[in-house]
């Protein structure tokens, strides 16, 4: 099977049911009891309204996380502590969802560092990667979506329709590499899909909202703009739950 970025997905490559994800098991604390949760990538599209690459390529930077740092446990919700550098909402509701990082103790756990010169209109290969912190043990994995998954013309066409420059053929081929995106990154293998390393004794800034957190929930007007521009046209549903669409 040939993708659009210059490899081939054979069928030893994919995962076992094709298209389908294993759900992540994680413990929630509910009215003090330890609760078991199993919460699939289908759960979040009922939650966020699409299943896009920002919420493929955030769930399974999770589950390598959980198979890196806690092997054979299952985490804890509130074990998380999360860096990124992505500022889409879609990769953060995802985050949100399954570790509850985004809000647990006013946010402290969640925080979003945009390399320079970046931001949620201009994007490059550096904005995808993700460290995830087990807090009981300090351990971290650094994960990066390999640089090979995209291509120049990727960013070039979401630019321009975000700033309301792209032609209608344009604005087709976007959609259908961003279709291509989640297939890609549903169907990967882990190590065809990530780099990572794992970091020892790593811990969040407790003054995070300070500083570049500021995209974390409550995005700019001009971002929610953007994010909408971006969008426009691909059938999203718009989840009530989820506090970054504006339509």
């Not at 389908?20 to 599209?45: H, M, N, Q, T």
């Not at 969640?110 to 994007?123: A, H, M, R, S, V």
């Not at 995106?181 to 990967?188: A, D, K, R, V």
Request: proline fraction near 4%; aromatic fraction near 10%; hydrophobic fraction near 35%.
């Amino acid at each position: 099977m040939d993708s659009l970025f210059g490899f081939k997905l054979s069928t030893a490559e994919v995962i076992p049911e094709k298209g389908k994800l294993a759900p992540i098991l994680i413990y929630d604390r509910i009215c003090f009891e330890k609760v078991p949760l199993e919460i699939s990538i289908e759960d979040i599209r009922k939650y966020r309204g699409n299943i896009c690459p920002g919420v493929v390529f955030s769930f399974r930077a999770t589950q390598l996380a959980i198979s890196q740092l806690w092997k054979d446990e299952i985490p804890e919700r509130g074990d998380f502590e999360i860096i990124s550098t992505c500022p889409f909402p879609c990769s953060q509701a995802s985050f949100e969802f399954l570790t509850r990082a985004v809000t647990r103790e006013g946010g402290k756990n969640f925080k979003i560092e945009l390399p320079k010169g970046t931001d949620i209109k201009n994007i490059t290969k550096d904005n995808f990667v993700f460290i995830i912190i087990r807090k009981s043990t300090g351990d971290s994995i650094k994960i990066r979506l390999r640089e090979e998954l995209f291509s120049e013309r990727f960013f070039q066409l979401r630019k321009k329709k975000i700033e309301g420059r792209a032609t209608p053929e344009e604005i087709k081929e976007l959609k259908s590499i961003k279709q291509e995106f989640t297939h890609t990154f549903m169907n990967l293998p882990m190590d065809r899909l990530f780099e990572s390393e794992k970091e020892d004794n790593l811990e969040l800034n407790e003054n995070i909202n300070d500083n570049e957190a500021a995209y974390t929930l409550v995005n700019s007007q001009e971002d929610a703009i953007a994010y909408v521009a971006e969008n426009e046209g691909e059938d999203i549903e718009v989840a009530a739950t989820c506090p970054f669409h504006t339509e």
